[in-house]
């Protein structure tokens, strides 16, 4: 057992490394810099990564995980993510979401949910695929301790359900829906 993993682990690695799977991309880069520099603010990296296909299999491979969560993970494709911590607080940009949402607009990004409370902003976008179902989610968070990026791509629209399925539905759970009895 431990010299089939000594001769298996290289090739994980090779596969990291090649595939680029552990660094985020430029759109992903470039959002977050127009953020940092945009709220006057100074900040220190505290997470930043990206895993592709390949590693997101490696990672279902050896983690226990019951059906629903395996279903919500084989329909990732890739994930990105980005902590930020703020080590200083300014003054910070008024018109910065506006440009945040100009420059992801006309990358074929479409607002989804914006959530402002307080200190807080929470900003939700999506891109459809090829099939013009949801692709891939770009989730911003920014308070006063720091700004996080998650950027998504895979069959959502499966994961959404799978969600449900898990959580139960929400518009049932709320009573909205209309009973036609």
């Known amino acids: 057992m431990y010299r089939k993993m000594l001769l298996i ?62 279903e919500i993970i084989k329909n990732i494709s890739g994930i990105q993510i980005g902590v930020y911590k703020r080590i200083r607080l300014d003054e910070g940009d008024t018109d910065l979401f506006q440009r945040i949402n100009y420059k992801l607009e006309n990358n074929g990004w479409k607002y989804f949910v914006r959530e402002k409370d307080h200190d807080e902003v929470n900003i939700i976008y999506y891109r459809s695929n090829e099939e013009e179902t949801l692709g891939a989610m770009f989730i911003i968070s920014l308070d006063k301790e720091k700004l996080t990026l998650v ?7 499966r994961i959404v359900i799978a969600a449900i399925r898990e959580k139960g539905d929400p518009i049932e759970a709320s009573g909205m829906h209309n009973s036609h009895d």
Not at 58 to 64: D, E
């Open 151 to 157: 950027k998504i791509r895979g069959d959502l629209r």
């Open 9 to 70: 682990l290289p090739v994980i690695l090779m596969g990291f490394v090649t595939s680029g799977c552990y660094q985020v991309n430029g759109e992903f880069l470039e959002l977050k810099n127009e953020i940092l520099s945009s709220t006057g603010s100074s900040y220190n990296r505290d997470v930043e990564f990206a895993l592709g296909k390949v590693s997101i299999s490696i990672v279902r491979a050896f983690a226990s995980l019951d059906n629903n969560d395996d």
